[in-house]
């Protein structure tokens, strides 16, 4: 917690240092007009200010210090409705699979399942695998292959299993435990390397896909997903644009269909020094 408090105080004052102190000399400019006008008015006053000069100089730069820290301090966190509809966004950093809620997870087009070359332990779809599964990747394979079987697939020559490749937004539907994890494809797999990739195009329609999917069997349930396409199928921009294309395409989709009462964006620790959140707050509450 301390050190939370402390990397959100080195970071927030890195980024906005300028502003801060702006901020706390406002804060001080107002306090001294205002003792000005007392001073002025109530010879008691003045009185005081002279006899408690250090108090009151102290007073002052308490301040200007908390309205500096206001304006610096980096928030972990932040909220705002989405505009014109009921639904809110909450960005936050933490932990995915902790989250006691509905969950949106990339995967590849083949919706891999074997732990190793094909599917990263480190990645969330193979988190998805060995914590959520216990590791079980045939229980893993049945719960996806009973999900989309009866959705439009390729057969390919791939030379490992599944052969079957599926269209980019494509979504299974698996249970975690009262709740619901939703696997998109969002990302290409390259036939001989079995390395997956992904763009700005593919990341948007896979997204397009999921929420419909959301929509159809989430039972306006709460969902919340990663900053989707910055894992090991990136789709290779900064992780601040790429939060703000996310947040973009659930506006865009919540005013069109409709989106849960609640959807939260949990966005790993590694990205705290690269995300701005508070700017994306601070530009949808304007709307």
Not at 111 to 139: P, T
Not at 150 to 156: E, G, V
Request: contains cysteine; glycine residues 8%.
């Amino acid at each position: 917690m301390v050190q939370e408090v402390i990397k959100s105080l080195f970071v927030g004052i890195q980024r906005r240092w300028k502003i801060g102190i702006g901020r706390a000399l406002s804060v001080v400019g107002a306090i001294s007009l205002l003792t000005g006008i007392i001073t002025r008015v109530s010879t008691a006053a003045n009185l005081w200010i002279v006899d408690h000069g250090t108090w009151y100089l102290a007073a002052v730069a308490a301040a200007a210090i908390v309205w500096f820290i206001a304006y610096t301090y980096e928030k972990r966190s932040v909220s705002f409705a989405i505009p014109t509809t009921d639904s809110r966004i909450d960005i936050r950093f933490g932990d995915l699979l902790t989250e006691q809620s509905d969950l949106l997870i990339g995967v590849g087009e083949f919706f891999d399942h074997e732990i190793g070359h094909i599917v990263s332990r480190n990645s969330l779809h193979g988190k998805v695998i060995e914590q959520v599964f216990n590791g079980e990747a045939a229980r893993f394979r049945l719960d996806v292959d009973r999900s989309i079987k009866h959705l439009p697939a390729t057969k390919t020559e791939r030379s490992v299993k599944p052969d079957l490749k599926y269209p980019i937004g494509t979504t299974a539907v698996v249970r975690n435990g009262q709740h619901q994890i939703f696997l998109v494809a969002m990302a290409l797999t390259d036939m001989a390397t079995s390395k997956a990739s992904s763009t700005v195009p593919l990341l948007w329609d896979a997204l397009r896909g999921a929420l419909s999917t959301v929509k159809n069997y989430g039972n306006g349930a709460t969902l919340s997903l990663p900053l989707i396409g910055n894992g090991q199928s990136s789709v290779n921009i900064e992780p601040q644009h790429l939060l703000r294309l996310i947040v973009l395409a659930l506006v865009d989709y919540g005013r069109r269909s409709g989106l849960p009462k609640q959807v939260n964006i949990i966005v790993p620790e590694a990205c705290f020094k690269l995300l701005d959140i508070r700017e994306i707050e601070r530009d949808w509450s304007k709307r």
